[in-house]
Nanobody, 128 residues
Framework: QVQLVESGGGLVQPGGSLRLSCAAS????????MGWFRQAPGKEREFAAA????????HYAESVKGRFTISRDNAKNTVYLQMNSLKPEDTAVYYC?????????????????????WGQGTQVTVSS
């Protein structure tokens, strides 16, 4: 079983930056592909970014590409989402998720069903 706890959300002005963290339990974190998803009010949850267990591969949604960076520190059992040039449309609850049983190269990294563990979410609000 994997427990995930997100933190770092808050209120930021358009054009600003924020870094989200997701702390994971267990000693096998390095084996898990990790993803960030977000859900805006009244909208379905959507993929934002994903990273392989060793951090060697990552993917981004077109909506965040060039602005967001996903990274991980396996020694700290933590995955990060650095968000720059934030826009009002980035306002959402951000969730981190873990996949514990699929090799990243075979993983449908942008699909919710690919992840078997989820955090509680952290609110990000981009507003003037």
């Amino acid at each position: 079983q994997v427990q995930l706890v997100e933190s770092g959300g808050g209120l930021v002005q358009p054009g600003g930056s924020l870094r989200l963290s997701c702390a994971a339990s267990g000693r096998t974190f390095r084996n898990y592909a990790m993803g960030w998803f977000r859900q805006a009010p009244g909208k379905e949850r959507e993929f934002a970014a994903a990273i392989s267990g060793n951090g060697g591969n990552s993917h981004y949604a077109e909506s965040v590409k060039g602005r967001f960076t996903i990274s991980r520190d396996n020694a700290k059992n933590t995955v990060y989402l650095q968000m720059n040039s934030l826009k009002p449309e980035d306002t959402a609850v951000y969730y981190c998720a873990a996949n514990s049983n699929t090799v990243y190269s075979n993983l449908c990294y942008g699909a919710e069903y690919s992840y078997d563990y989820w955090g509680q979410g952290t609110q990000v609000t981009v507003s003037s």
